[in-house]
Nanobody, 114 residues
Framework: QVQLVESGGGWVQPGGSLRLSCAAS????????MAWYRQTPGKERELVAR????????NYADSVKGRFTITRDNTKNILFLQMDSLKLEDTAVYYC???????WGQGTHVTVSS
């Protein structure tokens, strides 16, 4: 079955960086567009970034544009989110998701705090 397992979350100071990973299995990863979402308590999940199946194009939420980069390694079935210049408001649980179907990972916590 489809499995998405996120990792790489943690605590970081404002201005710092983190790299999230999402290991995918159970489907032909290279043919599915993928996305990262995030959620804070009391709010709905918001789309952070999305990438095409080949990785040749991506788009971002305005709030992270220029700071976050979504990439993928189709040889290893891994989705990445490089997060730089982190801000307090980036604190959230981050999820990877298949774009075409409603498959979600379990989430990884990111805390930005001084």
């Amino acid at each position: 079955q489809v499995q998405l397992v996120e990792s790489g979350g943690g605590w970081v100071q404002p201005g710092g960086s983190l790299r999230l990973s999402c290991a995918a299995s159970g489907f032909t990863f290279s043919t599915w567009p993928m996305a990262w979402y995030r959620q804070t308590p009391g709010k709905e999940r918001e789309l952070v970034a999305r990438i095409t199946s080949s990785g040749d194009a991506a788009n971002y939420a305005d709030s992270v544009k220029g700071r976050f980069t979504i990439t993928r390694d189709n040889t290893k079935n891994i989705l990445f989110l490089q997060m730089d210049s982190l801000k307090l408001e980036d604190t959230a649980v981050y999820y990877c998701k298949t774009v075409s179907r409603d498959y979600w990972g379990q989430g990884t916590h990111v805390t930005v705090s001084s």
